[in-house]
């Protein structure tokens, strides 16, 4: 199972930015997509975004022109730019990768928390 370690999550106003990341164990090439979900407290997770293999990336309507996914393979890295941020993104944000079977790994990191307040 890869291992996920998620980053780069903290404390920001309404309206600011944030740029989490997410290393992978072994080589995100060999995936047929990498997410992001979130989990707000009393929620449950949802998928956030998707970058396929190919590039293609898939928002949800919530976070559509705010959100910004995007990875290095060489990296075995994949980043997601968070602007305009509202206080309803508050959330444990958590990376995930899809296998060539079209299922999510179970073997969830620890996630990194965002909280937007003034």
């Known amino acids: 199972q890869v291992q996920l370690v998620e980053s780069g999550g903290g404390l920001v106003q309404p309206g600011g930015s944030l740029r989490l990341s997410c290393v992978a164990s072994?080589?995100?090439?060999?995936?047929?997509?990498m997410g992001w979900y979130r989990q707000a407290p009393g929620k449950q997770r949802e998928l956030v975004t998707t970058i396929s293999s190919g590039g293609f990336a898939n928002y949800a309507d919530s976070v559509k022109g705010r959100f910004t996914i995007s990875k290095d393979n060489a990296k075995n890295t994949v980043y997601l730019q968070m602007n305009s941020l509202k206080a309803e993104d508050t959330a444990v944000y958590y990376c995930?990768?899809?296998?060539?079977?079209?299922?999510?790994?179970?073997?969830w990191g620890q996630g990194t928390q965002v909280t937007v307040s003034s």
């Open positions: 072994g080589s995100i090439s060999s995936f047929t997509a």
């Open positions: 995930n990768v899809r296998y060539g079977d079209g299922t999510w790994s179970t073997n």
